[in-house]
């Protein structure tokens, strides 16, 4: 017999009382200013821990039941609850929030096993677990977890990091992006992708940058992939004239409305991703890149009354329905809007890599931040340090660290390799046979020819 679901606690002879599953989501979510915003957030820290206390007894089939947007409202939610494994939540649908995460942190619980129980857990559930896990606790259960992707190279291996070298310009000058390409690939950024935003989203000049960036690999016999992160309906239209691309993008967001906003939906992803199989320079399988972030859908006014935290683990959930190469995160990108300080947005960065690796996707993690907001360089590298400690599979290499077109600020190619050093990672494998022929690195170490640009005259 199922026992009805307790939504309200006791904390220091002060008595919380939540109205819904989606209240105690938001109200257990760690401190986020797009929370406040949003007027979801608990009103004091003891609030939050009775929020807390509340999600860590609730069963995983309260939350089943109870999904933050509903199932005919939702096409996120549809899409989540599509892909349940049924059998596997049938087996732990009687456990605790609580009980759940006691599982995941168990020494006794490896990769095979986290790997086939997020089969049948929905997004809301592994957000909730999340909201009950320290920093700690958060960077230990990612560690467990490493998957793997194959589109041209093959990514996700234990002991490499790879890295999307993102040589963007303010005015899609070929020159300057293609010295800023050069330089990252010197450095040994570049073996996640060769990805760039482009200022232009026309397909003409979308389909120039693909043109470019392909050549350019063919003509180095680089083993990577090219992208170029305009909209995904005109990425489709250069790749139907005939563009090459070996990687398709798009920015998803956790509500049905968010991803109107964005102009995109399940029709359009099936498309690209049949078109991309068809007609894409990729090996395959995992030919598409998905980019997301808490925050957007507080942006956009389509954040449904859900917390950012658990809107973004929709997200993964319905990222994970096209078996993407690579999901990057970029929490931190909007602003102080959304995530206030350097505080918020490392522990924004913790939350995303597990709850992505926790859907079983190849995450990456970009520890972004913007001028306005209250963080600086050495938040972000806390951030890119412990996500490297976690095992994210990749990370940004932007010029400076400083983005001049999306005017942001991101690790750089200095920080790439930084990384690589710290923890003994290797850059993917073909890559790395690729930086050994050019003089780049030996023994899994940049050489003295790294960032000397005049190995590609």
Request: glycine share 8%.
């Amino acid at each position: 017999m199922k026992l009805e679901m307790k939504l309200a606690c006791v904390v220091r002879k002060q008595h919380y009382q939540f109205t819904s599953v989606r209240d105690v989501l938001a109200k257990a979510s760690e401190e986020k200013s797009g929370d406040h915003m949003s007027k979801l957030a608990a009103n004091s820290a003891l609030e939050r821990m009775a929020a807390k206390v509340v999600l860590s007894e609730m069963q995983l089939r309260d939350i089943y039941e109870n999904p933050v947007i509903p199932y005919e409202k939702d096409e996120v939610t549809r899409i989540i609850y599509d892909d349940i494994n049924l059998s596997i939540y049938d087996e732990i649908k009687n456990w605790t929030v609580g009980e759940l995460r006691e599982y995941i942190l168990s020494f006794s619980t490896g990769m095979p096993e986290l790997t086939r129980i997020s089969r049948g857990l929905t997004s809301e559930m592994i957000s909730a677990t999340a909201k009950l896990m320290s920093s700690i606790d958060l960077v230990m259960a990612s560690q467990k977890m490493k998957h793997q992707a194959y589109c041209n190279t093959l990514i996700g291996e234990p002991g490499r990091l790879a890295f999307r070298c993102q040589p963007n310009h303010p005015i899609d000058d070929p020159d300057g992006i293609l010295a800023s390409m050069k330089e990252g690939l010197s450095y040994g950024s570049g073996d996640a992708v060769i990805g760039i935003n482009p200022n232009n989203d026309s397909v003409e000049s979308v389909t120039k940058l693909l043109k470019m960036t392909h050549d350019f690999m063919q003509k180095w016999e680089i083993p990577t992939q090219n992208c170029v992160l305009a909209h995904i309906t005109t990425q489709m239209q250069a790749l139907r004239g005939g563009a090459p691309i070996s990687l398709m993008f798009q920015s998803l967001a956790g509500s049905q409305r968010a991803n109107d906003a964005f102009g995109v939906n399940k029709e359009i992803l099936d498309e690209a991703m049949d078109l991309m199989l068809r007609k894409g320079t990729a090996s395959g399988p995992n030919v598409m890149y998905f980019e997301t972030g808490q925050g957007s859908e507080v942006s956009l006014d389509s954040h449904e009354g859900v917390d950012m935290q658990t809107l973004e683990a929709r997200t993964y959930g319905f990222c994970r329905h096209w078996k993407p190469f690579m999901v990057n995160n970029v929490s931190g990108f909007i602003g102080p809007e959304t995530l206030y300080d350097g505080r918020q947005m490392i522990r924004a960065d913790l939350e995303d890599l597990f709850m992505g690796k926790l859907h079983g996707l190849p995450m990456g993690i970009a520890p972004t931040y913007t001028n306005h907001m209250y963080a600086d360089q050495n938040d972000q590298e806390i951030a890119g340090m412990l996500t490297t400690l976690a095992g994210a599979n990749f990370y940004m290499g932007v010029p400076g660290g400083d983005d001049v077109m999306l005017s942001y600020q991101d690790t750089s190619y200095h920080d790439d390799a930084s990384y690589r050093e710290l923890l003994g990672l290797r850059p993917l494998r073909e890559f790395e046979k690729w930086l050994e022929k050019m003089g780049i690195m030996e023994n899994g170490r940049l050489t003295e020819r790294a960032g000397d640009l005049t190995i590609f005259d």
